[in-house]
């Protein structure tokens, strides 16, 4: 049982290149979630998922695209990447939406 | 608006101590609150939790103590050790959201 897996750990980026974080959950957890940590802000939620096929919108939206075709995989989209995207990002997946939730380790970003 | 609020952005304990860490929350349809701990380069990993029917659960050496009518639940670390140093977040649950703290670094001295 790996839990919450997250690729690649580390990606560094140029302004205006995109690319796509991976993350899968072994759990069969419905809920799934992406969040990012910035200092001194906390974990902010990206984009959330309550179950294949069904996503929405969370706090910082803007600039990220997501799909969620299976339970298990929850990719996290950057159409075209800006230096405020410059991040740590979180993904995480629990049994329902406000249930107890678990943490992939996460993927340093750096955009230039 | 901050419906989580951890407002000691830092906290610094002599180990064997207790440390105690707090954690305001504004929304009265919240019902569940946890607490998680991170380490530098790893995800948040759950510490513990706590029913709004209860004031209080333990485990081991931690325990969580919830006030609703103050809003305000506190995490307690018994004795502390220097493993314990990590940032830690609080979130509160409920109507189906998670929201999170802005989290308080704790660092434990030997």
């Known amino acids: 049982n790996a839990g919450v897996t997250q690729t690649p750990k580390f990606q560094v980026l140029k302004t205006g290149q995109s690319m796509t974080l991976q993350c899968a959950q072994d759990m069969n957890h419905e809920y799934m979630s992406w969040y990012r940590q910035d200092p001194g802000m906390g974990l902010r939620l990206i984009h959330y998922?309550?179950?294949?096929?069904?996503?929405d919108q969370g706090e910082v939206p803007n600039g990220y695209n997501v799909s969620r075709s299976t339970t298990e995989d929850f990719p996290l989209r950057l159409l075209s990447a800006a230096p405020s995207q410059t991040s740590v990002y979180f993904c995480a997946s629990s049994y329902y939406r406000g249930g107890t939730q678990y943490f992939g380790p996460g993927t340093r970003l750096l955009v230039l | 608006d901050q419906q989580v609020k951890q407002n000691s952005p830092s906290l610094s304990v002599q180990e064997g101590r207790i440390s105690i860490l707090n954690c305001d929350y504004t929304n009265s349809m919240f019902d569940y609150f946890l607490w998680y701990k991170k380490y530098p380069a790893e995800g948040p990993t759950f510490l513990i939790s706590i029913s709004s029917i209860k004031d209080k659960n333990e485990d081991g050496r931690f325990t969580v103590f919830l006030n609703k009518s103050a809003k305000h639940l506190s995490l307690h670390i018994v004795p502390s050790q220097p493993g314990d140093s990590a940032v830690y977040f609080c979130a509160a649950s409920g109507s189906e959201k998670l929201v999170f703290g802005k989290g308080t670094k704790l660092t434990v001295n030997p």
């Open positions: 998922s309550v179950g294949a096929g069904i996503t």
